[in-house]
């Protein structure tokens, strides 16, 4: 017995790393793409070039180095951020909904973003970083806060219920303000789709130290998000602290979700649906679904990202919008062909 | 409850989506009698409780109740015919006792007709014999889980049909409970000429109660009849691989299974009758 | 065995449901009187002070003959349709919620959220900005949209059946593909077609009148009973699908028969008033946590819903002085703190749901 599990246990694994290697070379390409695609396409021998000997009067050099590079970059990080804080939400509320969005930390980052236009006049997107980030933060303690209150504390249905009221109250102040302030719409609008557009060295240095932090804290929480899988009986059964563990990759999350709302604006899918495609690849287990669903978050984004430089030239369709007309379709198929394990 | 109906399956196959199960089965369960399904872990017998309860239905094949194949009955209508007990069903939350086993009337209501003292009598003695009454307004979600295994049985019950299909009812009960429980499917069966059908996990409970044994292996039936006749080491042996040796029930005069295992070698085989 | 004892126990279940049937009427009840207030408020607040004698006056006029032409308009021509648009619409939006949420067994499930009201927003902004539609226009096609979107999400979940997990994940794609319509309209299009548009997309009961309320007061008055009535097999739908099946519910058809309801509501609703943020969302857990295990929660939700969005757009239009808000904007912030408050403060039991 122990011996056919030991054995099926093994004969999985290798599969498992093959797989998160094999999404490791798609992504090297994607990466590769991102730079090289786009309005002016650049051959390979010009990254090299510009990344070890950039020549400072060369066009094609400036354009990676200032362009192509912090925006892929960004780009990685976000996917990334976007894909862990989507696989941590739903593993700790135990809810195939949960997501950055539902959670309260979008529209908090939003409407700070909002105030900052309409109140202190700022318009630039580095401006926006810290206020997306300070809105996310705020938004997701008093979701954990109001979620705390009560006899059991933060339990998986209250902390999704009160996501949802605290985003659909934040949402309430954010409409408000723009149906008064046709300036702040105007200025919104083009933040509030989530692009990778301008991103440029100054925002990719702004969030990367959060986001690598997260990055690392996040891949910590496998351990954590399969004891609360099972419930928080068995899994304080199983010496978990429930509420410390749940909080602690709350927090991981959180500081995944924020920087990547501050990088790129709010981008509902890729949190949303690449941790369920990763569960139907891995199965049931986080440690696993994390690291897949870190790798196919960016996949998704960058992959989206490039067909939105090419796909209405000479313009570009924002990778918000790409990420949810082209992933869509695939995750539709996907939950179809499957058959999804439900959390 | 006097007519008696009359379950039976041919040639069926089971399965979920490519993973087949059961396969080419064929069953008739004895009426008014106390039939017991046993078998190790995933070796079929749920989901031919769920086949048999028109929960899943065959590749091939068919389940027939009173002669008509089930699965082109209306489904209100075999409910009225028919309960059953499935394995892992949901209390909607902060539902009370009282309510969740009312909900066993479902088949017995029409789309206008209220709810009457006949329900109310149904649901009584439902809770009566599962010895939940006291229960009726206490919260679902805040029973234990012998209670609650207790009150899914009484909603069974409270539906009042003839044959009653139950897996694995005496899951989470303490030995009290599970002894009563099979008590109470036994009174339906001797005293009210119901048919009863239940998936069971302890060997020896199962020989005790059971009027019909039928024992399963790899999707297959091994052996059925009476236990007396049927369970003998060789069949226990095939069932769950394990040695064992096949005494007298001292209570029952019902064939008692008492697993060998690693640690006790049999010292001196005691021929058993 | 005397009579005494078989007697009893019957008596203790029937104690029990009418205990829950008491608690489920008081609800009701005062949920009921609370929506009569606030309908008798919106009656009298307003920019023109009217006498609560002149508003009764005016709201007998039809039968009595004795009008005032001044009153009369106030009170029957703008605040009485404004009045009960938000009753109807609230009302609707609240039943299309909680039959979502107890469908898809998810109490995030509501129709907001699993791309019905997307897919009436994108249709909506497609006509105001693409075609420059206003008034019926734009509600036929929010219509169109939800009733097309959800089509398509039951029949991209249908395999052999419709498992509730597949059908919202389903939906949050659709929503999602509907968002992104949206979004690029809203980067594509000139900033005053983008404003009309977000005015829509609040939800607002500015403009209501008797003329465009017809399809929402009959669907509610045809669907409000359709849903009454499939309630038991919802009922039994709560327990698991097997246990439902075993019970005689023909699951298929309940979970379609409930869906088809619950989307028309919303669609009509959403067509009068536009998408009014939160009531589908907030109604059922509220209504759900007022009852406790009173049971069916459809009434009591279409109570809330209608509380919430007549509440809503009283303080909208008076709370901030000249300023009107749309009531959109405050449903959010007053269904939110409602459920803010119940989850914390009213949550004996300590679950959530």
Redesign the interface.
């Known amino acids: 017995m122990t011996v056919a599990a030991a054995e099926q246990r093994s004969s999985r694994v290798p599969a498992r790393a093959g797989g998160l290697l094999l999404l490791g070379v798609v992504l090297a390409a994607v990466l590769f793409l991102s730079i090289t695609v786009g309005a002016r396409p650049i051959a390979l021998g010009d990254v090299l070039a510009a990344i070890i000997a950039p020549a400072p009067d060369s066009t094609t050099h400036r354009i990676i180095l200032e362009l192509r590079l912090p925006r892929t970059l960004v780009g990685l990080l976000v996917g990334a951020a976007l894909g862990l804080s989507g696989a941590i939400l739903q593993g700790a509320t135990r809810?195939?909904?949960?997501d950055p969005g539902?959670l309260g930390i979008q529209s908090g980052a939003t409407l700070c973003v909002v105030l900052g236009i309409s109140v202190f006049g700022i318009t630039t997107l580095s401006g926006y970083v810290w206020l997306a980030f300070l809105g996310a933060g705020i938004a997701a303690v008093a979701v954990y806060l109001?979620?705390s209150?009560?006899?059991?504390g933060a339990?998986?249905?209250?902390l999704?219920?009160?996501g949802?009221?605290?985003t659909?109250?934040l949402?309430?102040?954010t409409?408000?303000i723009?149906?008064?302030s046709?300036e702040t719409?105007?200025q919104i609008?083009?933040w509030?789709?989530?692009a990778l557009t301008g991103r440029t060295t100054d925002i990719l240095l702004q969030v990367a130290p959060f986001l690598l932090f997260g990055i690392a804290l996040a891949l910590t929480t496998g351990r954590i998000l399969d004891g609360l899988a099972m419930g928080d009986d068995v899994a304080r059964g199983l010496g978990q602290r429930v509420q410390l563990n749940r909080a602690f990759a709350g927090l991981a999350a959180v500081i995944l979700a924020g920087g990547a709302v501050a990088a790129a604006g709010p981008i509902?899918?890729v949190g949303?649906?690449i941790p369920?495609v990763a569960r139907a690849m891995t199965g049931p287990n986080y440690r696993w679904i994390l690291p897949y669903s870190m790798l196919l978050g960016p996949i998704l984004l960058l992959g989206a990202d490039i067909i939105g430089r090419v796909i209405v030239p000479p313009g570009e369709?924002?990778v918000?919008?790409?990420?949810?007309?082209i992933?869509?379709?695939f995750?539709?198929a996907f939950?179809?062909r499957r058959?999804?394990a439900?959390l | 409850m006097s007519q008696n109906h009359q379950l039976s399956a041919t040639d069926v196959k089971l399965g979920y989506g490519e993973r087949t199960i059961v396969e080419k089965l064929s069953i008739t369960l004895p009426p008014d009698k106390f039939t017991v399904i046993v078998g190790a872990n995933a070796c079929g017998k749920s989901t031919l409780l769920r086949g048999l309860a028109r929960l899943l239905a065959p590749a091939s094949g068919s389940v027939y109740l009173d002669g008509r194949a089930i699965h082109q009955m209306s489904t209100r209508e075999v409910a009225t015919v028919l309960g059953v007990l499935p394995q892992t069903p949901v209390a909607p939350d902060g539902i009370t006792v009282a309510d969740l086993v009312g909900r066993g009337r479902y088949p017995h209501q029409g789309w206008f007709r209220q709810w009457t003292a006949t329900d109310d009598a149904a649901v009584a003695s439902a809770l009566q014999s599962t010895d939940t009454l006291d229960l009726a307004q206490r919260a679902v979600d805040e029973l234990s889980g012998g209670q609650r295994q207790r009150v899914w049985i009484a909603m069974a019950l409270a539906q009042r049909t003839d044959i009653l299909l139950l897996d694995e009812p005496t899951t989470f009960l303490d030995i009290n409970h599970q002894v009563e429980v099979l008590d109470l499917l036994t009174d339906l069966v001797r005293t009210q000429g119901r048919t009863v059908v239940a998936v069971l996990h302890d060997l020896n409970l199962a020989c005790r109660y059971a009027d019909h044994i039928v024992a399963m292996q790899g999707g297959r039936i091994v052996a059925e009849g009476a236990p007396a006749a049927v369970m003998t080491s060789a069949v226990v042996k095939t069932v769950f691989g394990i040695d064992s040796e096949v005494v007298i029930d001292p209570v029952s005069q019902s064939p008692m299974i008492v697993p060998i295992g690693r640690h006790h070698r049999l010292k001196q085989a005691v021929p058993a009758e | 065995m005397n009579v005494n004892v078989q007697f009893a126990p019957a008596a203790t279940v029937a104690a029990a449901r009418r205990k829950l049937r008491t608690r489920h009427r008081l609800v009701t009840a005062a949920l009921t009187l609370i929506v009569l207030a606030l309908v008798a408020a919106a009656l009298t607040i307003g920019d023109y002070p009217l006498p609560v004698a002149e508003v009764v006056t005016s709201l007998l006029s039809p039968f009595t003959g004795v009008t005032d032409p001044a009153s009369d308009f106030i009170v029957l021509g703008v605040r009485l349709p404004r009045a009960i648009t938000g009753l109807l619409a609230g009302a609707a939006l609240g039943l299309s919620g909680v039959i979502f949420q107890t469908v898809l067994r998810n109490p995030l499930a509501s129709p907001d959220i699993v791309g019905i009201t997307t897919g009436a927003s994108s249709a909506a902004v497609i006509a105001i900005i693409v075609f420059h539609a206003t008034g019926l226009m734009v509600a036929l096609s929010a219509t169109g949209g939800a009733v097309l979107i959800a089509a398509l999400i039951y029949a991209l979940s249908w395999r052999g059946g419709v498992t509730p997990y597949r059908l919202v994940l389903v939906g949050i794609g659709m929503a999602a593909i509907a968002a992104a319509i949206t979004s690029y309209l809203f980067t594509r299009a000139r900033i005053f077609e983008v404003q009309q548009a977000l005015a829509w997309l609040t939800g607002s009961l500015n403009g209501a009148s008797f003329d465009t309320l017809g399809p929402l007061a009959l669907g509610l008055l045809v669907l409000g009973p359709v849903a009454t009535i499939l309630y038991r097999p919802l009922a039994s739908l709560e327990l698991g699908d097997d246990a439902a099946k075993a019970l005689g519910t023909r699951v298929e058809v309940t979970r379609l028969g409930t869906l088809l309801v619950a989307v028309v509501l919303a669609a009509f609703a959403t067509a009068t008033v536009g998408p009014i943020a939160f009531v589908a969302f907030a109604a059922g857990p509220v209504a759900r946590r007022l009852l406790g295990p009173a049971g069916n929660p459809l009434l009591p939700s279409a109570l809330v819903g209608a509380a919430v969005t007549i509440g809503a757009d009283l303080i909208a239009q008076h709370a901030l002085g000249r300023n009107q808000l749309p009531a959109g904007v405050v449903t959010g912030a007053i269904g939110a703190l409602f459920l803010i408050y119940l989850l914390a403060a009213a949550n004996r039991s300590g679950r959530g749901g």
């Open positions: 809810n195939p909904l949960a539902l109001i979620a209150m009560g006899r059991e339990t998986p249905v209250k999704a219920l009160a949802a009221a605290v659909a109250a949402g309430s102040v409409s408000a723009l149906i008064t046709v719409l105007d609008r083009f509030q789709v989530g509902a899918f949303l649906t369920h369709l924002q918000g919008i790409v990420t949810a007309a992933g869509a379709p995750f539709i939950v179809r058959k999804l439900e």
